[in-house]
């Protein structure tokens, strides 16, 4: 009996302790406030590229990489005298291939090569003459105009910072309304950080004509940055 006694209280004394210690936690569990933090703002794109391209065909594989070569270096030596350098021209990609006859596939009809550069100049106004002058000088591909920034990292960063000044500001007002302050952070995670991919969708190669009198019309814009962060706050 005495021993039946023993385990009874036992039991109970663990009962209560345990149930001492899940108020414990209750009460030592941080109180807290969760916000999402946004920010959205402009910037004007401070370069610009453009990917040029050039098609050639020949009856042997020699004639299509020679005439394929002449006109890229035709394209690009007319590029450098309107004041481009090395460096602002990058080849993006090259192919060579056969093509067969469409009636039997077994017979290589000629052969073509592609090659496509990537030009980009830190000079938004001067795209339009940039591509002009690449279709004068036999350029038969323009496949697209792209806009953007320079430092990324830079306009990135502050839109994180303003998403986080947003997101304080907003568990702030949540806190006062609710008589409370914020005392520390317990956690933050980075949702979403965008920056606008803006391509010129009014580019055209017009006409192939040697005798272009006006400049292709390249119509830029500003780019979109946001940043979405969530942050949880404890207070008090």
Do not use: H, W
Not at 42 to 56: A, C
Not at 92 to 104: G, H, R, W
């Amino acid at each position: 009996m005495k021993k039946f006694y023993a385990m009874f209280f036992m039991s109970v004394f663990l009962f209560c302790f345990s149930l001492g210690q899940t108020v414990v936690n209750a009460e030592s569990a941080p109180r807290t406030i969760s916000v999402q933090g946004e920010s959205d703002f402009t910037v004007t794109p401070d370069q610009v590229s453009v990917e040029i391209g050039i098609e050639t065909t020949g009856e042997t594989a020699q004639v299509a990489a020679q005439s394929n070569a002449a006109v890229m270096t035709k394209i690009q030596n007319a590029l450098y005298n309107i004041g481009l350098t090395e460096s602002d021209i990058k080849t993006s990609s090259y192919n060579f291939y056969p093509v067969y006859d469409k009636d039997n596939s077994q017979l290589i009809s000629q052969y073509k090569a592609e090659n496509t550069v990537i030009v980009t100049t830190a000079d938004i106004n001067q795209i339009g003459s940039i591509i002009d002058t690449a279709v004068r000088n036999g350029a038969n591909n323009i496949n697209s105009v792209k806009f953007g920034l320079k430092d990324e990292k830079k306009y990135k960063d502050s839109a994180i910072k303003a998403a986080v000044l947003d997101a304080k500001g907003k568990a702030r007002t949540i806190a006062d309304g609710l008589g409370k302050s914020i005392v520390n952070v317990v956690s933050a995670s980075e949702s979403n950080i965008y920056i606008e991919n803006y391509r010129a969708s009014n580019v055209s190669l017009k006409a192939m004509s040697t005798d272009m009198s006006t400049t292709t019309p390249i119509n830029a814009k500003d780019l979109n940055v946001t940043a979405r962060i969530s942050v949880t706050f404890e207070i008090n």
